[in-house]
């Protein structure tokens, strides 16, 4: 045996972890390295030393025959530790043991690390073994490394079944779930994780709704499979569909109801129409007007359920057209204006100069916000007035860039307590609540508010003080943007004839004053306002001379006629053109030869205008003023003026409810009309081939054929020179009923129960239409070759006689819109996003169908179909199809607006 039997390797000796004592034969200690010093002490003291005095116990182990093969001891040093020893013999020259080396490890640090990853290792693999829900580790070659019970549980397969199987095979082998899963598996393979819902199968063939998580697994930065975790979501998947078959229900059933309601309500309300046009005492009066307002706040709490329940469910669908500002204003405000006069109330509106008057939006669902605010303002106001104001926020800063534009209803009230205006606009919730509460209603009017203002991108708010007579206010915010040709229907220019021209504005209602105000400011006039028929005497008197004075009607102490009859006293100002501002129920019972005009409050923008212009363009002597309206026949006569006076009309009812045929027949008689009685679609087309008829009221839902059918059977077979003017009446009164009717053919719609007032306006509507295109004569309306000739048809009645005038300005607007609404549904495409695909795809096809374009339309409906039903593979060639359509749209419509210019030179 050399003297140093490491002596090659003295640097590794020296410096190894463990520490080495190298021993003779008689097992005495002959060399040490640092290791081993740093445990036993210096090796000056221990070189020499017996074995047994550092190790006790220590024997060398007993080799076999051949040599055997190194053994271990575990040895307690120090008291408190343990060492495992590694005896090696060392051999001389002729192959006898002449000494050993002894390789010494602490065990301690080894075993507590040892025991922490065994403790690690057995907490994972029991949470694992344990997890509710099924857990598979997989190679990155998709085959199953691990499967613990809950796998098992949820897919039948044991782990000897599935450990080594392709994942894929193993639960996803059949169509179509197979390609889905391979998707998967490359997302895994290309993302650092995959989260989705989706289905796999089980051992017995059955489809399980699952949740998947699968993530990447990694050892030393190295990918080397992945961790799929699935959830079974069966529960969760049915109790979904329970849900969304219950919100069908919901919405089948109140349309049912809705529909069945109304059947009897339109006897209620028609019959209580038709008997308050006849001579009643007064209390007879006073017992079927309030029969009548019943059937009316009837009517109004189904809406609001009806609105709230489309809301909830996300059927409502905004549209994108262009309208009038004021005249949607306006609109609101003449609905209510009898329910204001009837309470004293002053309603007034003021829309800012800088407003553009036309804009692009959904005029219905603004309308029905302002309804709501207004209509509950002059509910909770009992003295006072209420005030609806527009101005714009902020202007555009690039061209294209939509206003911002703030819309005010302000009343003087009761006020709203600031403990209630936290839950103000949540459904259901009443300002008052208790049992004894003074006003009705759903709680749901400013809940649907809401909901419309934020569809539409804008928001809500209210302030008010709680103080009763200082009322409350309610804001909205909308984005808007202007139409082309913005000018179309609004405001008047300023005339040089009202030019510097000076009015005396009379109304102690400081609110009034300032709406008029602003308003002949506008038109470049000079107002000068006096709050009291005393104060406006002493104007006269002092102030010079005044072209105009407008005069409100209920003034304390003075009121308007006092005042006029005074003005008409005085030689200085006895020809001063006079107008008076009075209630819509007071207008015809004026004294003769005081006032120039009456206008009734809220005084619309163009009436104030006309009358203006009227009294300061000509020379008209007070004494012979404009004849007033006549009046009604009977007190509180809902017919007012009859139409058959002015046109005599060719009707038909197609009506199956005995009730309903009843009440129609009264009121087209009552309003002088006759008409012949159709019992279904069937016997309606048989009266069609028998007599030409100009208008025909369709009711919708019959038996043998329904009135959707019916329509489409006349437009398909009767004559474009006889066809009838067909107005639909339903008691379905979704806005999808609506458009139901219109695609059908239809060319107006009427909602049960039928309103007198809504139903002369229907008649209206038709008489443009014989007066443009008479029966007998040749047809006017252009036939160009690509442009269906029934939606020209429609068009050019929806006009209503304003043709050469406003259709070219509504194809500008039609060409402007449509190449940006393709850019809309291309870019929601490539987003991937079908919702928005199809309210685009839907929209262009509505602009396509207005002017009968029918090859874009039909294009648009296929797209919106499949957007709907989230199928969006091979939409993209649909796309250029609508592209190339677009481009005839283009040139049809130019030939449409050529024609109509030839004609209107011609």
Known sequence: MPDLPFSAHAAVFEHTRDGVLVLDRAHRIVDVN????????????????????????????????????????????????????????????SGQVGGWALMLRDLVGSLEAEATLRHQKEFSEAVIRNSPVAIVTISR???????????????????QEALGRNILHLVANVEPIRPVAEQTSREVLQLDRVHSVTQRVRKDGSVVDVELLALPVAVGGQPVGFIAIYHDITDLQRARQAAEAANQAKSLFLATMSHE????????????????????????????????????????????????????????????????????????????????????????????????????????????????????????????????????????????DPFELRFTVQDTGLGIPENRRAGLFQPFNQLDASVSRRFGGTGLGLAISKRLVEMMGGRIWVES???????????FLLPARAAPQASLGGPRLEQPVLRGRRVLVVDDNAINRKLLNRQL????????????????????????????????????????????????????????????????????????????????????????????MKCLSHDTS??????????????????????????SLRILLVEDNPTNQKLALLVLDRLGYRADVAVNGRAALQSLEQRVYDVVFMDVQMPEMDGLETTRRVRRDVPAAVQPHIIAMTANAMAADRRECLDAGMDDFLSKPIRVEELIAALRRVQPRLEVAP???????????????????????????????????????????????????????????????????????????????????????????????????????????CQGELLTARRLLESLRESVAARATG
């Not at 006293?569 to 209630?583: D, F, I, K, N």
């Not at 005038?805 to 607007?813: G, K, Q, S, Y």
Request: glycine share 8%; net charge negative; proline share 7%.
């Open 141 to 159: 070659e998709f085959r199953v490394l691990s499967w613990n019970p809950a796998a098992e549980r949820l897919f039948g397969f044991t782990p």
């Open 775 to 881: 029966v007998t004569a040749a047809p006017v309306i252009p036939r160009i070759e690509g442009l269906d000739p029934a939606a020209l048809t429609r068009l050019w009645h929806s006009l209503d006689g304003q043709v050469e005038r406003m259709l070219p300005e509504l194809i500008d607007t039609a060409l402007h819109s449509m190449p940006k609404l393709l850019d809309d549904a291309r870019a929601a495409l490539a987003r991937g996003q079908s919702d928005d695909l199809g309210r685009a795809a839907h929209t262009l096809k509505s602009n396509a169908a207005y002017f009968g374009v029918t090859g874009l339309e039909s294009v648009c409906h296929d797209v919106e179909r499949s957007a709907d039903a989230g199928v969006l593979d091979g939409l993209a060639e649909r796309m250029e199809q």
């Open 622 to 647: 007070p004494s012979m003023p404009a004849p007033s309206p006549p009046r009604a026949t009977r007190e509180g006569s809902i017919f007012g003026e009859r139409p058959a006076a002015i046109s």
């Open 34 to 93: 640092r290791a081993a010093e740093n445990v036993f002490g210096e090796r000056s003291v221990l070189l020499g030393m017996a074995v047994e005095q550092v190790l006790p116990g220590w024997l060398p182990p007993t080799l076999d025959a051949d040599g055997g093969i190194p053994r271990e001891t575990v040895l307690v040093w120090p008291p408190t530790g343990s060492l495992r020893v590694l005896s090696v013999p060392q051999r001389d020259a």
């Open 261 to 400: 309601i109304r059947t009897p309500m339109n006897a209620i309300i028609g019959m209580a129409g038709l008997l308050l046009d006849t001579a009643l005492t007064p209390e007879q009066r006073d017992f079927v007007t309030t029969i009548r307002q019943s059937g009316d706040a009837l009517l109004s709490l189904l809406n609001d359920m009806l609105d709230f329940s489309k809301i909830e469910a996300g059927r409502v669908e905004l549209e994108s057209n262009p309208f009038d500002l004021r005249q949607c204003v306006e609109s609101v405000l003449d609905l209510l204006a009898v329910r204001a006069s009837e309470k004293g109330l002053d309603l007034g509106y003021h829309v800012a100069a800088a407003t553009p008057s036309l804009l692009e939006g959904d005029a219905a669902r603004l309308r029905q916000v302002l309804l709501n605010l207004v209509g509950n303002a002059v509910k909770f106001t009992e003295r006072g007035g209420v005030v609806l104001s527009v101005d714009v926020l902020r202007a555009p800063v690039e061209p294209g």
């Open 521 to 612: 400011v506008s038109w470049g006039m000079e107002p000068v306002e006096a709050g009291s028929g005393a104060e406006a005497l002493a104007r006269l008197e002092s102030g010079g001379p005044f072209d105009l004075a407008i005069l409100d009607h209920r003034m304390p102490l003075l009121d308007g006629p006092t005042l006029a009859g005074i003005i008409r006293g005085q030689e200085a100002v006895r020809e001063l053109p006079l107008l008076l501002l009075t209630s819509f129920d007071q207008r015809d019972a004026q004294p003769p030869g005081l006032f120039f005009s009456v206008l009734s409050r809220p005084v619309k923008s163009s009436q104030l205008y006309d009358a203006v």
């Open 465 to 475: 003080e709680g103080i009763a007579g200082r009322g409350s206010t309610f804001h």
